[in-house]
């Protein structure tokens, strides 16, 4: 175990990403992400096919899809892809420009070539064949997002935001999440 | 107005993520194979804190009970929670962690945030089977519920004094983040 670079120690740590969310729930609502690949998704359906997505006087929204999903809550995420510039999609654009700021005044970044192409862990185990990481890292986004949405909302939304509120959702998804994931990581990343 | 807030708000996360050390994929690995446990304190410590603020905001009026907002409990949880945990694992990227460690130049992310769009994606088609043919989505337990009482509109399920109980359980996330050892292995 060494000292992280240009990570705070645990405690500071905590304290900072505390401000970030009681920040968000203070002024706006809880943070979320996962929401937003589905939006980004939507958006660029639409310009394939303009159907998609429909100006619709009589949903509670203004706005209705064919598909199921888009047009759930009365065409909630069929308005925000017809409008990316809201709220939730700015703020996620906002946290990878945060997380860019960090990085550039001596924050957490890949310090060799090799550590941006994939984490040592990954090579100990797995090797250095980029191809091969990359590959797993699409499949692993993959089943992320699609378990991300069946649960409605992944780390930030349902753990961090929902326990933080102490909500029962919150708890099943921590606990479906470390079921799988602490014995999985285990497994996988034997050498050290 | 929104927007700036959403700039704001945006930024100061992303900057948290990257200082708590939750961007960069080993740290995740290792709080999961338990070689490295500060970040799962950094979490649990966050959580607690958040929790205290939030229930005594609440109480004294100074956090909004509008702004509370509590996601429904269906099966869809656990399982969507286990899935994604099997992602996590191989990948160590979250959708948050992943698109803020893309932006510090980790290009791996580039194919896992890839990999999510296409996930997304594919969840987006398969919805209205999934509503229409499994129970996936039905409430559980009370669907929109909290533990302790927040002011808001949705219910909760202990009848202890609300802020009592979010302060008491805000302490033992603190106290178990302090009690986790840096590493276990």
């Known amino acids: 175990m060494c000292k992280y670079k240009g990570v705070l120690p645990w405690a500071l740590g905590g304290i900072l990403l505390a401000v970030a969310f009681l920040s968000a729930v203070l002024f706006v609502k809880p943070i979320g992400v996962s929401t937003q690949f589905v939006i980004a998704d939507a958006a660029v359906w639409d310009v394939i096919n303009p159907d998609i997505i429909q100006e619709n006087t009589e949903s509670k929204t203004g706005y209705s899809s064919p598909n199921a ?3 759930k809550s009365g065409g909630k995420y069929a308005k925000n892809a017809a ?27 890949p310090e060799s070539k090799q550590e941006s192409l994939m984490p040592k862990a990954w090579s100990d185990n797995f090797g250095t064949r980029s191809k ?16 991300a949405r069946l649960a409605g909302g992944c780390t930030s939304g349902h753990m961090m935001s929902g326990m933080m509120q102490t909500s029962l959702s919150g708890y099943l998804f921590a606990l479906g999440l470390f079921a799988t994931s602490i014995p999985l990581a285990i497994i996988l990343y034997k050498k050290r | 107005m929104e927007l700036s807030l959403a700039i704001a708000l945006g930024t100061l996360f992303g900057f948290a993520l990257n200082r708590a050390g939750a961007t960069n994929p080993e740290n995740i690995i290792n709080m999961l194979r338990f070689t490295d446990l500060r970040l799962m304190k950094t979490i649990l410590f966050a959580i607690g804190v958040s929790s205290i603020v939030l229930f005594g905001g609440l109480k004294l009026g100074f956090i ?7 996601k429904a409990a269906h099966l869809g949880v656990i399982a969507g929670g286990a899935l994604l945990g099997v992602g996590f694992a191989i990948a160590g990227y979250c959708p948050g962690t992943g698109l803020a460690a893309l932006a510090t130049g980790r290009k791996d992310a580039l194919f896992f945030v890839l990999g ?3 996930g997304a994606f594919a969840f987006t088609l398969s919805y209205g089977w999934l509503k229409a043919n499994t129970s996936l989505f039905d409430s559980i337990l009370g669907g929109k519920v909290s533990l302790a009482e927040t002011g808001s509109k949705y219910e909760h399920l202990m009848t ?11 302490l033992a996330f603190i106290g178990i983040a302090i009690a986790v050892p840096k590493s276990l292995r």
Do not use: C, E, Q
């Not at chain 1, 990316?84 to 957490?108: H, R």
């Not at chain 1, 797993?136 to 378990?147: E, K, N, S």
């Not at chain 2, 202890?160 to 805000?170: A, E, F, K, V």
């Open chain 1, 83 to 109: 409008n990316p510039l809201n709220y939730s999609f700015v703020f996620v654009l906002a946290m990878m420009f945060g997380a860019l700021l960090s990085s550039k005044i001596s924050g957490d970044k």
């Open chain 2, 116 to 118: 999510g769009f296409a």
């Open chain 1, 69 to 71: 999903y888009l047009n």
């Open chain 2, 64 to 70: 909004d009970a509008g702004h509370v907002s509590i």
């Open chain 2, 160 to 170: 202890m004094d609300g802020t009592m109980l979010g302060i008491l359980l805000g």
């Open chain 1, 132 to 147: 091969k990481r990359f590959i797993w890292a699409f499949i692993a986004g993959f089943i992320v997002l699609f378990g």
